[in-house]
């Protein structure tokens, strides 16, 4: 009968550093699924309360309502924004959001490297304990000086474990690996978006704020 724990046992050159790979994948991808949860979502509905409160010209409630959500990726970037809307240009505080985008998108995909790192050397270390399995039995062979293929036929299959656990493990860091950055491509088209349509009302406000003083100097 086949064991595959037993294979995994006898194979643990590499199907132990495979196992903690698979553990740590798993272990980073349950993570981000959680903390990326729904900021899209959040990102859309603060950007139009944000948005509605400066349209009516309330910087305080748009600043105070952008400072509340600060526990989210947006709240830290739209709240800087507005903090400087009355200071600074709007090429300025388009860098402003730029510099804040990046700090929040390298944070959230930080964890990531590993399911990069597993994707690509996972394969390779299960090949590597496929040859050593294969050395082994055919060495095997060499000392028992007769036999055959049925010989090996039971070390090369405990060694093909290791390549089909590599794969295995690769496959499912490589999937979520892209999800994760497809995912964080939106993210970013959120905030981005956010941001301009922010400094798009706000450059409004300020322009509404100046024509008052002439149209009140009209009608003295």
């Known amino acids: 009968n ?48 944000v948005h509605q409160d400066l349209t009516r010209g309330d910087l305080g409630a748009a600043l105070e309502r952008a400072e509340a959500d600060r526990g989210v990726p947006a709240g830290r970037v739209f709240s800087e924004v507005v903090r400087h809307g009355g200071t600074m240009t709007s090429d300025e505080l388009a860098d402003i959001g730029a510099e804040r985008r990046f700090e929040e998108l390298e944070q959230m995909k930080r964890p990531l490297w590993l399911l990069g790192t597993v994707a690509s050397s996972a394969p390779f270390i299960g090949l590597f304990g496929t040859v050593i399995g294969i050395i082994k039995a055919f060495h095997s062979m060499a000392i028992m000086g ?12 405990e060694a093909l474990v290791a390549t089909a656990l590599g794969l295995g ?29 922010l400094i798009e ?14 149209v009140a100097d009209g009608l003295r």
């Open 2 to 49: 086949l064991n595959i724990l037993t294979m995994i046992h006898q194979g643990w050159l590499a199907t132990y550093p495979l196992v903690v790979m698979s553990i740590l994948s798993l272990t980073v991808i349950a993570e981000r699924l959680w903390a990326l949860r729904n900021i899209v979502g959040q990102t859309a509905q603060l950007t139009r309360g």
């Open 146 to 157: 007769s036999g055959g293929f049925a010989v090996v036929a039971g070390g090369i299959s």
């Open 169 to 197: 493990v690769a496959i499912i860091a490589l999937i979520f690996y892209n999800y994760f950055q497809v995912r964080l491509d939106r993210i970013e088209s959120a905030l981005t978006i956010g941001t301009a349509r």
């Open 201 to 214: 009302a706000l450059e409004a406000a300020a322009s509404a704020a100046a024509k008052k003083p002439r």
